[in-house]
């Protein structure tokens, strides 16, 4: 199965900008868009970015995404860190040839 | 605005039944297919099962196939899940999401239920 794959934890001071990668297995990245959720303790995931590099609605533009084709991954990237910006991060895509959604295994983002 | 509201989840002993529900409003109920995603005690979001806007196509992930089941009725604008020989890994908060274009672009996020499997 396609699978994805981020970084356990990443760390930096406020204001700082910090970059989550997610690796695709078996070069599927870009086969269908890749969404990117935000998700803290006790609360329910909010969606970031969506299609690759679209912004959700009212998600601030200090956040980005991107896919590279050429390593086969995506990331998302968070400029100006704030310590709300403290959170895990997902990645998700779909495997069309299973019909099966996958998410990355998270990242958490630590600012101090 | 969207609104998805999860209820039913609870304690239920291993090998017994639970259903969960997820109510929508906000938006055209019909329009959109819709999944159940679920969260483990300290670990990551796992996909569930897909099902689509109008019941024709449903998608189990591997850990749930045969057990769960993802149905829908559309006059009553809600989703559920029936969770059949619960296993203490089934425990987790349950999400129901809409589906931004059928593929797993998740847009709204219900507040989850909490599933407990234990004896």
């Known amino acids: 199965n396609f699978m994805l794959t981020q970084p356990h934890s990443v760390s930096e001071s406020p204001g700082g900008t910090v970059t989550i990668s997610c690796t695709g297995s078996?070069?599927?990245?870009?086969?269908?868009?890749v969404q990117w959720y935000q998700k803290r303790p006790g609360s329910a995931p909010t969606t970031v970015i969506h299609?690759?590099?679209?912004?959700a609605s009212g998600v601030p533009d200090r956040f980005s995404g991107s896919i590279d084709y050429s390593s086969n991954s995506a990331s998302l990237t968070i400029s100006g860190l704030k310590t709300e910006d403290e959170a895990d991060y997902y990645c998700?895509?779909?495997?069309?040839?299973?019909?099966?959604?996958?998410f990355g295994g998270g990242t958490k983002l630590t600012v101090l | 605005q969207v609104q998805l509201v999860e209820s039913g989840g609870g304690v239920a002993q291993p090998g017994r039944s639970l259903r969960l529900s997820c109510v929508a409003s906000?938006?055209?109920?019909?329009?959109?297919?819709l999944h159940w995603v679920r969260q483990a005690p300290g670990k990551g979001l796992e996909w569930v099962a897909l099902?689509?806007?109008?019941?024709?196509?449903?998608f189990y992930a591997d850990s749930v196939k045969g057990r769960f089941t993802i149905s829908r009725d559309n006059s009553k604008k809600t989703l559920y899940v029936q969770m059949n020989s619960l296993r203490p890994e089934d425990t987790a908060v349950y999400y129901c999401?809409?589906?931004?274009?059928?593929?797993?672009?998740?847009?709204?996020w219900g507040q989850g239920t909490l599933v407990t499997v234990s004896s």
């Open positions: 299609d690759d590099d679209q912004r």
């Open positions: 999401a809409r589906d931004r274009d059928g593929y797993g672009n998740f847009d709204y």
């Open positions: 998700q895509s779909y495997d069309t040839y299973n019909s099966y959604v996958v």
């Open positions: 099902l689509s806007s109008d019941g024709s196509e449903e």
């Open positions: 078996s070069g599927r990245i870009g086969a269908t868009s």
């Open positions: 906000g938006f055209t109920f019909r329009s959109y297919g």
